[in-house]
Every structure is written in C-alpha cells, then in structure tokens.
C-alpha cells in the first residue's frame, strides 16, 4: 500500500511541477516529461525509503 500511495504521490508532485515550470517558459504542458519525472521522483523515494535511510537507523 505504500508504494502505490507513493506512485501516486509522485505523480501529483511531478504534475505540479511539470505545470508550474512550463507555464513560466510559456510552453504546452507535456504529458510524457511529467510522467517521467514522477518515475524518478517515485525511484528516488523507494530507494531513499527501503535502502539509505533504513540502513542508517539500524
């Protein structure tokens, strides 16, 4: 349940900033860029999450 909820926290995130940052360049929002932002945005809290931060509180 935490990684789909992270999924689409992601995506939510990653849309926003995608939004945000096209309109002040004054572009079309692209759709393709924003999913690929909140697919690392989403890896980089699964790896953030599950491996460093997790290995530094044991």
Same mark, same amino acid.
């Given at each position: $349940?935490?990684?789909?909820?992270?999924?689409?926290?992601? +995506?939510?995130?990653?849309? +926003?900033?995608?939004? +945000?940052?096209?309109? $002040?360049?004054?572009?079309?929002?692209?759709? $393709?860029?924003?999913? +690929? =932002?909140?697919?690392?945005?989403?890896?980089?809290?699964?790896? =953030?999450?599950?491996?460093?931060?997790?290995?530094?509180?044991?």
């Amino acid at each position: $349940m935490r990684y789909l909820m992270t999924i689409i926290w992601a +995506v939510l995130i990653g849309s +926003v900033i995608s939004y +945000v940052l096209s309109s $002040m360049a004054g572009d079309a929002f692209p759709l $393709m860029d924003t999913l +690929v =932002l909140s697919a690392i945005i989403a890896i980089a809290i699964f790896v =953030l999450g599950d491996g460093i931060l997790k290995a530094k509180s044991e």
